[in-house]
Structure formats: C-alpha cells, structure tokens
C-alpha cells in the first residue's frame, strides 16, 4: 500500500529536550515536506526536500531542522523544543512530475 | 510569494441543504489549486484539484470547485451535504518554490440533522 508514515503518533515532552520525528514514504517520491497545524492558521511549511540532500526552508523554518540522506526518509528535529513548538505535524511526499501530496497521519506534539 | 484566505472558519448547515466553502488566493505565478479535506483526528485527503484545463472540477462524493482566474478564486460547492461531511476544508494554492502547498485557515464543516 503506498502511503507516507510517522513516528512517533503522539509526543509529550519537556522543553529543551532534542527530539526527532521520523517520515517516510514508499512511493520512489522525489518531493518531500513538513508542515505544522495550527487552529486558525491552516498548514503552515516548515521544510521541503526537492531530492536526496536538496532542502530548503519554507514559511516557519526556526527552531527546526530537517536532513535527506535517502529518498524515502525526511526527518524532523528539533534540537531545543520549545511550547510554542506545541502543534500537530504533517509530513507530506509527492513525485516530481505530479502535484498531488500524500499526507502521513500526522504527529501531534506537547512540549511542557 | 502566494497567499490564500478562507474566509469562513466555521459553516453551520443542515443535513440536505447546499454548501458553498469559499475560497481566495493571490499568486504571482501559475497556479495550481486543491482542496484537501481533513476527518475528526485524521489526516488531510485530497479531494479535488485543478491543475488546466475546465475550470470546474468535481470530486467523487459530489462536491464540486470552479477556478475563477479573474476573480481568483475557488470556491467549493456541494447541492446536499450529509452528516458524513462533517470535517475540516482546507483550500491551498501550488505553484512556488519545490511546488509545495500554501494552505488557507481552514473551513470547519458542520452538517446538523
């Protein structure tokens, strides 16, 4: 089944403490992205991933970073979580000739 | 850089009676236009898209978008909504930078009996 999965599905931690959220889809995608949701503010891009080793920031790039050292796999980290980074996050993959995104289910995160 | 406004959060509407969740954008560049629907403590699903071509689209549980370039928008209709409609719409425009998504606020849909 193709699909785009995330771990871990809910997180509770403390600020400070580094954290990472795993993405990865089994479709050969070219495309990779993360998103956070907000009440209010829609889906918001954090990061994108055009191919293996290719980022870029998007809208609200502070206090993350992401890497793309194989196709399938577009981690999130946050080095130093803080509350305001409490929100619900996407990651989303597409191919390179096509526009449609696949969306994992998303990870909601709690940063105390 | 490209922006798009939802300007209902929430739609109140019974169970039968028509929809309308509008929709604007501004781009400077071509764009392609989508409307994602999110269910209760789900993930967002596509659930139509124009990229060319007619203006009006349809998905296949009868909701329908018409992109209107003049007035850019593109507002998303449905003559009878059931319960089952009930969730969140998000609107998003493509067409920058690596093609990802700009997502408007988001339409809260909900279908009372």
């Known amino acids: 089944e193709a699909q785009v999965t995330q771990n871990p599905r809910y997180l509770i931690t403390v600020t400070g403490k580094k954290l990472t959220v795993t993405c990865s889809q089994n479709m050969n995608h070219e495309y990779m992205s993360w998103y956070r949701q907000d009440p209010g503010l829609g889906l918001r891009q954090i990061y994108y991933s055009m191919n293996v080793e290719v980022t870029d920031k998007g809208d609200v790039p502070e206090g993350y970073k992401v890497s793309r050292k194989e196709k399938r796999n577009f981690p999130l980290i946050l080095e130093s979580p803080s509350p305001n980074q409490t929100s619900l996050y996407f990651c989303?993959?597409?191919?390179?000739?096509?526009?449609?995104?696949?969306f994992g289910p998303g990870t909601r995160l709690t940063v105390t | 850089a490209q922006s798009v406004t939802q300007l209902d959060s929430q739609v109140p509407v019974f169970e039968e009676a028509p929809v309308e969740l509008r929709c604007n954008y501004s781009?400077?560049?071509?764009?392609?236009l989508f409307w994602y629907v999110q269910y209760p403590n789900q993930g967002l699903q596509l659930l139509l898209k124009?990229?060319?071509?007619?203006?009006l689209v349809e998905s296949i549980n009868g909701f329908e978008a018409e992109f209107n370039k003049s007035q850019t928008s593109f507002h998303l209709r449905k003559p009878s909504v059931h319960i089952s409609d009930t969730a969140e719409y998000f609107c998003?425009?493509?067409?920058?930078?690596?093609?990802?998504?700009?997502f408007g606020g988001g339409t809260r849909l909900m279908v009372k009996p």
């Open positions: 124009y990229l060319s071509g007619s203006t």
């Open positions: 998003a425009v493509g067409g920058n930078a690596g093609n990802m998504l700009t």
């Open positions: 781009s400077s560049v071509s764009v392609y």
């Open positions: 989303a993959s597409r191919a390179g000739g096509d526009y449609e995104q696949y």
